[in-house]
DNA sequence: TATACTATTGCAACTTCTTGCAATAAGGAA
DNA sequence: TTCCTTATTGCAAGAAGTTGCAATAGTATA
């Protein structure tokens, strides 16, 4: 509730609206706090606002994300997923064998995407990524592979 | 069709069979050398197997990127992408705004793959990433936003 | 070449995601 | 408060991707 209270002038400085549909998408948002795929967010937003359909969901994740006022992020469950922008600074580096997820500080990619940003011109300002590889456990376990 | 052959060892070393699916499959891949989106695979082998089938297509995918024959890719279009793994070493840097793609050197993650490897114990052996920036021209278009 | 094992396929039904369009309603202006 | 503009929504239809299961067909073995 606060939350949306909190996001409604700026999303009303981009042009938007806060509708009561928004209201209910960001508030799940946040009282979840992780990454919620657009089904969880439909099924949980769906309890505030009844009437809320998927295209809706879709379309208002999409749009906030473009905003940046959400992340989206590809966690490897093959659907994308959004969570708040707000204190976010992370990545993530998740296993491919067994979904073993750990965060990792944005300070130790900054010197990477310094140099990528010289290289290449490109600005990797707001980059969420994720990077996939085998967890500890999981080289063990595929030694004989 | 040369590909298949080559390939039809090393499948049934995992255990795997060459069927004239995936015969068609791997072939599309190799003519084409880029990335396909699934249904972009199943348009162009179905010219080769008329009789293929959706599930078939993205369960060879998968199969196929899971045993390192193929790489998948998330290239911001929403749809997961394929290609042969190859002569493939490298990374793709997309721009957000207008999908303007460049590749990324292999060597240029070489020293972050290390860091990370050191500091989280797992392991990045085929990560092919993809990176999300702004490009030089979008940058210069948003200035005033 | 015939047999047996089981990986792979196609089918059907389903879920997830997308799109065009007309109706609705947010919120600035009067 | 009322009116107006147009961003946003819901609907309906469709595209993309998934799943369980019975039938098919690679391939190892004899
Ligand atoms: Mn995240
Ligand atoms: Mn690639
Ligand atoms: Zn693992
Ligand atoms: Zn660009």
Known sequence: MTC??????????????????????LHVLHQTGGHLSPTQVYELARKEHPSLTEP?????????AERKFLLAAHVGSGRMVYELA???????LICRECRAEIQIEH???EKLFGE????SGYRF???HVTFFGLCPKCQKINKGD
């Open 116 to 119: 990528l940003e010289t290289s």
């Open 4 to 25: 949306s209270l909190k996001y409604a002038p700026q999303l009303r400085a981009q042009g938007l609206r806060m509708t009561p549909q928004r209201v209910a998408i």
């Open 86 to 92: 707000e204190n976010h600074n992370h990545h993530h």
């Open 125 to 127: 300002i707001d980059s």
């Open 56 to 64: 809706t969901v879709y379309r208002t994740l999409e749009e906030l």
């Open 107 to 109: 300070a130790a990619l």
